[in-house]
């Protein structure tokens, strides 16, 4: 993950993750009997490097991109993202939404960071990212500890399912599903998520000696479906490379940061945080477990409630109308309140409504 969008490595919780399966797609039982393993995270970050443009020696350039909402074509996910990059410590970012904006410049060092807006939405965060670091978590998958076998030339799909367990801290426990797929023939990523990420990458374009996704989608259950794409992408030119100064650093206090929290954690947080009120359903389990993502904003307000896992979708509406006026202390990072990604997980028992 990139904390505040800037490239460091934000460990949460990696070890709690669960092994599902994993497929090879498009392979005989006997490609697959004879086919060499190799670690999980060692063939994703294998693909990764095949089309991150932002690594240790890729060739500096100049991107922009717009980002937007396909599915009901809501105004709210509109986005412009530029980005002057030299390296992994020098570069300039701006993004540009209607209810968030973000100009961060990094220069070794030194870090000036403009912000408008009081929560950068997660969707967009995660595609802005994405745009140059397709698979910007590989620490979590090593704590995996799987073996698949690698990309071989062969038609098909190398397909591996886990499970991110999410518990209330109280006895209450759930998962949520999440995989990564690479293309068996080129060794591409095809698409990937966890908690903090989430993409699909489509139209890989050759930059140098990338392949670099010109079109990128992501998506939450009953949520928009994004697209990423990319409008420019070219050499960065020295009258460029000029932009990409610090004239005011900002002091780490004022910066956006962006941490995953586990979910005991921020429950011990709660301010105003009443058990939510189920109502009747009409069909489905009576009982079960609900988990979802959120996001909780500096001053402790539940801004996004998506990718939720029930044994119920019924409830999904009641508990978004209700989680988002739950209220937290602010989570401190580094002494400094901190935007926060995390998951809330329920029980529930309910009536069946007369029909």
Sequence with gaps: MLNSLRRRTNRFAAATLLLSTFVVSGATEAQRAVSPTVPFEQAARAAALK?????????PFHLRATISDQKAHDPQWDAEVEEWWSSPTRYKRSFQSAHFSQ?????????????????????????????????????????????????????????TSYKIPTTDGAGVSASMDASVAIDRKTGLMIYGGNLDWDVALHDFTPFHDLQVPRRLTAQTQGGPRLTAQITLLEDLSPADLRLVRVAHPTPARQQLHIVVVPEPELRKLALSTPAPHWPD??????????TMRVVVDRAGKVRSIDNF?????????????????????????????????????????????QQ
């Design 51 to 59: 089309s991150a443009l932002a690594q240790v020696g890729a060739a």
């Design 103 to 159: 100009t961060l410049v990094v220069e070794g060092t030194k870090v000036e960071e403009t912000d408008a807006g009081e929560v950068f939405p997660e969707l967009l965060r995660n595609l802005t990212v994405e745009l140059t670091d397709p698979i910007p978590r590989v620490d979590q998958l090593a704590a995996l500890h799987l073996s698949v076998a690698p990309p071989d030339g062969t038609p098909g799909q190398i397909v």
């Design 281 to 290: 359903v009409a069909s489905g389990p009576i009982s079960g477990t609900m």
């Design 309 to 353: 896992f029930s044994n119920n979708p019924a409830l999904q509406s009641a508990a978004e109308q209700q989680l988002l006026n739950w209220r937290f202390r602010p989570y401190l990072h580094n002494g400094a309140p901190a935007q926060v990604i995390s998951t809330l997980t329920f029980a529930y028992n309910v009536n069946r409504s």
